[in-house]
Nanobody, 114 residues
Framework: QVLFEESGGGLVQPGGSLRLSCAAS????????MAWYRQAPTTQREWVAG???????NYADSVKGRFTISRDNAKNTVTLQMTSLKSEDTAVYYC????????WGQGTQVTVSS
Protein backbone atom coordinates (compact mmCIF):
# COMPACT_ATOMS: atom_id res chain seq x y z
CA GLN A 1 0.00 0.00 0.00
CA VAL A 2 1.30 3.42 -0.98
CA LEU A 3 1.10 6.06 1.73
CA PHE A 4 2.17 9.68 1.91
CA GLU A 5 2.58 11.58 5.18
CA GLU A 6 2.99 15.33 4.89
CA SER A 7 4.32 17.53 7.70
CA GLY A 8 5.87 20.91 8.39
CA GLY A 9 2.94 23.24 7.84
CA GLY A 10 1.93 26.03 10.17
CA LEU A 11 1.11 29.70 10.55
CA VAL A 12 3.63 32.13 9.12
CA GLN A 13 3.64 35.84 8.39
CA PRO A 14 3.83 37.13 4.82
CA GLY A 15 7.43 37.02 3.64
CA GLY A 16 8.23 34.12 5.91
CA SER A 17 9.43 30.60 5.13
CA LEU A 18 8.36 27.04 5.78
CA ARG A 19 9.80 23.66 4.94
CA LEU A 20 7.36 20.88 4.14
CA SER A 21 8.29 17.22 4.18
CA CYS A 22 6.61 14.19 2.65
CA ALA A 23 7.45 10.72 3.86
CA ALA A 24 6.52 8.07 1.31
CA SER A 25 6.02 4.39 1.92
CA UNK A 26 5.18 1.65 -0.54
CA UNK A 27 7.02 3.36 -3.40
CA UNK A 28 10.49 4.70 -4.04
CA UNK A 29 10.65 8.46 -4.61
CA UNK A 30 13.89 7.94 -6.53
CA UNK A 31 12.05 6.05 -9.27
CA UNK A 32 8.72 7.82 -9.61
CA UNK A 33 8.12 11.42 -10.50
CA MET A 34 6.90 13.13 -7.36
CA ALA A 35 5.03 16.38 -6.90
CA TRP A 36 3.52 18.77 -4.43
CA TYR A 37 -0.04 19.98 -4.76
CA ARG A 38 -2.18 22.39 -2.78
CA GLN A 39 -5.83 23.08 -2.25
CA ALA A 40 -7.23 26.30 -0.87
CA PRO A 41 -10.78 26.53 0.47
CA THR A 42 -13.42 26.47 -2.28
CA THR A 43 -10.81 25.80 -4.98
CA GLN A 44 -9.64 22.73 -6.85
CA ARG A 45 -6.40 21.01 -5.98
CA GLU A 46 -3.56 22.46 -8.03
CA TRP A 47 -0.10 21.27 -8.94
CA VAL A 48 2.73 23.29 -7.35
CA ALA A 49 6.05 21.62 -8.14
CA GLY A 50 7.38 18.33 -9.42
CA UNK A 51 10.57 16.33 -9.73
CA UNK A 52 10.97 13.44 -12.15
CA UNK A 53 12.78 10.21 -11.49
CA UNK A 54 15.72 11.62 -13.41
CA UNK A 55 15.71 14.79 -11.35
CA UNK A 56 14.10 17.20 -13.78
CA UNK A 57 12.25 19.87 -11.82
CA ASN A 58 9.42 22.19 -12.74
CA TYR A 59 7.29 24.71 -10.87
CA ALA A 60 3.97 26.41 -11.27
CA ASP A 61 4.43 30.00 -12.38
CA SER A 62 2.88 31.24 -9.15
CA VAL A 63 5.67 29.77 -7.02
CA LYS A 64 8.65 29.88 -9.38
CA GLY A 65 11.64 31.52 -7.73
CA ARG A 66 10.15 31.14 -4.24
CA PHE A 67 9.67 27.39 -3.76
CA THR A 68 12.24 24.62 -4.10
CA ILE A 69 11.43 20.93 -4.41
CA SER A 70 13.97 18.27 -3.55
CA ARG A 71 14.12 14.65 -2.50
CA ASP A 72 16.21 12.46 -0.25
CA ASN A 73 16.42 9.00 -1.77
CA ALA A 74 17.94 7.47 1.35
CA LYS A 75 15.10 8.71 3.55
CA ASN A 76 12.49 8.27 0.80
CA THR A 77 11.21 11.79 1.38
CA VAL A 78 10.30 14.76 -0.77
CA THR A 79 10.71 18.29 0.55
CA LEU A 80 9.23 21.63 -0.43
CA GLN A 81 11.16 24.66 0.79
CA MET A 82 8.91 27.71 0.64
CA THR A 83 10.18 31.27 0.95
CA SER A 84 8.71 34.73 0.48
CA LEU A 85 5.34 33.33 1.35
CA LYS A 86 2.22 35.22 0.36
CA SER A 87 -1.34 35.11 1.65
CA GLU A 88 -2.38 33.39 -1.57
CA ASP A 89 -0.10 30.47 -0.68
CA THR A 90 -2.50 29.57 2.12
CA ALA A 91 -3.75 26.06 1.45
CA VAL A 92 -3.50 22.43 2.46
CA TYR A 93 -0.40 20.99 0.82
CA TYR A 94 -0.18 17.39 -0.37
CA CYS A 95 2.42 15.24 -2.04
CA UNK A 96 1.75 12.45 -4.50
CA UNK A 97 3.15 11.03 -7.69
CA UNK A 98 3.36 13.46 -10.59
CA UNK A 99 1.00 11.20 -12.57
CA UNK A 100 -1.24 8.22 -11.84
CA UNK A 101 -1.96 9.41 -8.33
CA UNK A 102 -2.08 7.09 -5.40
CA UNK A 103 -4.29 7.62 -2.36
CA TRP A 104 -3.93 11.15 -1.00
CA GLY A 105 -2.59 11.73 2.47
CA GLN A 106 -4.03 14.10 5.04
CA GLY A 107 -1.94 17.00 3.84
CA THR A 108 -0.41 19.75 5.94
CA GLN A 109 -2.02 23.15 6.47
CA VAL A 110 -0.07 26.25 5.53
CA THR A 111 -1.53 29.57 6.62
CA VAL A 112 0.13 32.82 5.63
CA SER A 113 -1.30 35.68 7.61
CA SER A 114 -0.22 38.68 9.64
Amino acid sequence: QVLFEESGGGLVQPGGSLRLSCAASGISVSIFGMAWYRQAPTTQREWVAGITGRGTINYADSVKGRFTISRDNAKNTVTLQMTSLKSEDTAVYYCNKWANWDTWGQGTQVTVSS
